[in-house]
């Protein structure tokens, strides 16, 4: 938890002068008073004067006096008391979020609103800003530490460069309900760039609908490794592929050059996407995009070495961003509104789902549980079972999986033995899973779809 602030008292002032007269540094007299060394550099910006001495030379001095009558004065012509007053545990909630967690000041409020608000004093994002700006955090909070430090960067368009003519569709064609965002499926592609010297690069896709984030590391900037990249997520999404990638809009960059590859599936069937291309230097028609690569630029900078970034961190960062509260969506997740949007793609395909509960202790067998919340032996439904192992996207662990095959269809349940999970699987019984849940103990009974 963040340190709680305070000001300079009129004993410090004194302190800091005689300080200032014996030569020392304001790192060193900050480490003296127990204070950030920002602090020591704004008091001296605003409380020294030029003195003149009895030769006619002059000299730079503080006036801890003058300091004091003025943080005095400031105090009387400051209105009410702050709103916040000693609400220490909401100033050091903003302090994590905001410093720590790179949340914004609207982020911050926004989750603690969603859970219902657990502190004694009420506050609402403008205050926020205001209380940053206006120094009441000291040190502990500054604008500096807000995303963007606060400012807001327009791009522009590098001098003499020429428009590249699209290498597909232009966003011209682009259908109206891609447009509205209306319809789940339809993505935005771009990529993050590593520091000067390294090829290495992040792929990034944002799902127009929901936000929600794919982060994919590249060994390079090429279109090979995007033809790639999207080939690695046809074998993970299998025929599901088609109905959660429908569209895919990026911008003209040479890695994204060839439209032929990675609209056409990797098993030779057919085309699997379709890519439509932005005008040229137009960030904004892949809005959703640029903002989140301004997240993810939170926790790596412009310069970041993308070499050094382990494919856990990357993982990290990936969930951080799909857990991030959105405003737009009542400061809900992205990650909440995907996995609603992917049930209802397994249930249009015919996919089963239920609460499977694998019991790996004691020596018990798996059961299910049915409409009617009693648990049923699975060899009571004629089942035969089989034990793999794959890997559950977009989750990153490898698990043991049961392939129960019951009534004719295949459904596949996940366990860990810290977690279990409750997934599905297709009606033709791949052994790769497209989709998962978490497990919970107290949740409702789901019944088979049809």
């Known amino acids: 938890m963040g340190q709680h602030w305070s000001h300079l ?69 400051k209105g009410p008391d702050l709103k916040i007053g000693n609400d220490h545990e909401l100033a050091d909630y903003l302090i994590v ?44 909070l500054t604008v500096s530490m807000l995303p963007q430090h606060g400012k807001r960067h327009q791009p522009e368009r590098p001098a003499g460069s020429m428009p590249r003519k699209p290498a597909g569709r232009s966003i011209e064609d682009r259908p109206e309900h891609i447009n509205d965002r209306s319809t789940f499926g339809h993505w935005e592609m771009d990529s993050v760039e590593s520091c000067q010297g390294v090829s290495n690069t992040y792929i990034v896709m944002t799902e127009r609908k929901t936000r929600w984030e794919l982060i994919i590391p590249s060994p390079d900037k090429t279109a090979a490794s995007v033809v790639a990249a999207i080939d690695g997520l046809e074998a993970k999404y299998g025929d599901l592929f088609p109905k959660v990638f429908r569209s895919i809009t990026c911008d003209n960059g040479c ?75 009542g400061y809900l997740c992205s990650e909440q509104l995907f996995r609603e949007e992917m049930a209802l793609i397994l249930a249009s395909q015919n996919y089963f789902c239920f609460f499977v509960h694998l019991l790996l202790t004691n020596g018990q067998k798996p059961f299910l549980i049915d409409k009617a919340g009693q648990r049923q032996r699975l060899r009571s439904h004629g089942t035969q079972m089989r034990r793999t192992s794959c890997t559950l996207p977009p989750c990153t662990t490898n698990v043991v999986l049961y392939t129960v095959q019951l009534s004719g269809s295949a459904l596949m349940a996940a366990a860990t033995a810290e977690a279990p999970v409750v997934s599905t699987a297709s009606a033709c019984g791949s052994a790769e899973l497209s989709f998962s849940t978490t497990f919970s103990a107290s949740g409702s009974v789901f019944s088979p779809i049809s």
């Not at 003296?32 to 004067?49: A, D, M, S, W």
């Not at 057919?270 to 690569?293: F, I, L, M």
């Not at 951080?320 to 509260?325: D, S, V």
Request: aromatic share 10%.
């Open 97 to 140: 979020k905001i410093r720590d967690e790179k949340y914004s000041p609207e982020a911050a409020i926004g989750e603690a609103e969603v859970k219902g608000w657990p502190f004694k004093t009420h506050i609402c994002a403008s205050t926020a800003y205001n209380y940053i700006r206006g120094e009441i955090f000291g040190d502990e």
């Open 255 to 329: 890695e994204f050059a060839d439209a032929a590859g990675i609209e056409r599936s990797a098993s030779g069937k057919g085309a699997r996407t379709e890519v439509y291309y932005c005008h040229p230097y137009r960030p904004s028609e892949r809005g959703s995009n640029e903002n989140q690569n301004g997240l993810i630029r939170r926790h790596v900078p412009k310069g970041t070495d993308l070499s050094t970034i382990s494919d856990e961190e990357t993982k990290r960062i990936e969930a951080w961003l799909n857990n991030y509260p959105r405003k737009m969506f």
């Open 9 to 77: 008292t009129p004993t410090k002032r004194i302190q800091l002068d005689a300080f200032i007269r014996a030569g020392m540094k304001p790192t060193d007299i900050a480490k003296e008073l127990g204070v950030h060394h920002t602090t020591i550099y704004r008091e001296l910006k605003r409380c020294t004067y030029e003195h003149l001495n009895s030769d006619y030379t002059t000299e730079t001095r503080y006036n801890p006096d003058g300091a004091q009558a003025r943080y005095e004065a400031n105090l009387r012509a």
